[in-house]
């Protein structure tokens, strides 16, 4: 292997170890965020809003799948009056703290 080859592996593996290490959410950290997620998310069968919206449950959700709304919601690729203020209070840490938090609850 070539200098440079050796190089090019040695910096995309520092790459990939980094973007693992930013994508996964702190637990605790989440779980102290989703205290406003829960006054809707958290009653069965609530709806908000006019037109009513049924608000899904989250807990137990794909964590990739709470990531990806968030970031709809934040640019606007998701509508919804309420989480789309919400999500715009949101850092991409915060997004990925409350994912990993509602993907460890059971369904």
């Known amino acids: 292997m070539t200098r440079l080859q050796l190089l090019g592996l040695a910096a995309a593996t520092a790459l990939f170890a980094a973007a693992s290490a930013h994508a996964e959410g702190d637990k605790a950290a989440g779980r102290t965020l989703v205290y406003t997620c829960a006054g809707c998310h958290g009653v069965p069968g609530y709806t908000n809003a006019y037109p009513q919206y049924p608000v899904p449950k989250i807990a137990g959700q794909n964590e990739q799948y709470i990531i990806n709304a968030l970031h ?3 640019s606007g690729d998701r509508t919804h009056p309420t989480m789309g203020a919400q999500a715009q209070s949101l850092s991409d840490k915060d997004i ?3 994912a990993a938090y509602l993907s460890s609850l059971a369904k």
């Open 96 to 98: 990925q703290n409350i």
């Open 72 to 74: 709809g919601y934040q």
